[in-house]
């Protein structure tokens, strides 16, 4: 079945950590796009990709990066300078970034600093 | 900038009765809307979406919504709602200040299910 996997389901990290959260389609989808979810506060755009090796910021990129060395795959990294990295963090993916497209979004991980 | 606005953060209803969840945004033109659903823990799954053409909108689980230009709004209905639609509910706009293809969410309303 076609769809986009994240994992760990769960991470902890200490302060001053950086981590990395996994994202992988086999959509074959064009554009992928990382989001941070807080209770009541929706979801906010973190950074997104229309296409292999490139990638743009979204409204809270600050102390987060990215990588799209392949299609299939668009890992975060929360670094240190993140201040408030708690949060659930989704993953989605559409088949380019044109207009009206719907997008497809992974299950989920919830990220706790300790 | 454009916005999308869920006025209710919480409803609870009973099971078989009616539901409608309100969403408003603000875009002059006619956007593309959509609304989405998201089960505790889970990514969220897309219930229906509208482009143009007909005003009202049908999707999966039962659910329908009506695209009103006059009230910039894009509500949720369900004529009898299931103890498995408690979820929380989310309301997107397509991004046409920013980046074409971005979505805009709302805050979400999250529904509860009386027995």
């Known amino acids: 079945d076609g769809g986009i996997t994240q994992s760990p389901k769960y991470l902890f990290r200490k302060e001053g950590q950086n981590v990395t959260l996994s994202c992988e389609q086999n959509?074959?989808?064009?554009?992928m796009y990382w989001y941070r979810q807080d209770p009541g506060q929706g979801l906010r755009l973190i950074y997104y990709?229309?296409?292999?090796?490139?990638?743009q910021k979204g409204d809270i990129a600050e102390g987060y990066s990215v990588s799209r060395e392949k299609k299939e795959s668009f890992p975060l990294t929360v670094t240190s300078a993140q201040k408030n990295p708690t949060a659930f963090y989704l993953c989605a993916s559409s088949i380019n970034q044109g207009l009206a497209l719907e997008q497809f979004f992974g299950p989920g991980t919830r990220l706790t600093v300790l | 900038a454009q916005s999308v606005t869920q006025p209710d953060i919480h409803i609870t209803v009973s099971e078989g009765a009616s539901l409608e969840l309100r969403c408003n945004y603000s875009?002059?033109?006619?956007?593309?809307l959509f609304w989405y659903v998201q089960s505790p823990g889970q990514g969220l799954q897309l219930l229906l979406k509208?482009?143009?053409?007909?005003?009202l909108v049908q999707g999966i689980k039962g659910f329908e919504a009506e695209f009103k230009r006059s009230q910039s709004s894009f509500n949720l209905r369900k004529p009898s709602v299931h103890w498995s639609d408690a979820a929380e509910y989310f309301c997107a706009v397509e991004d046409y200040g920013g980046s074409q293809g971005n979505l805009i969410f709302g805050k979400g309303t999250k529904l509860s299910v009386k027995p």
């Open positions: 509208y482009f143009s053409g007909d005003t």
């Open positions: 959509l074959n989808h064009d554009a």
């Open positions: 990709s229309q296409i292999v090796n490139d990638f």
């Open positions: 875009y002059g033109a006619t956007p593309y």
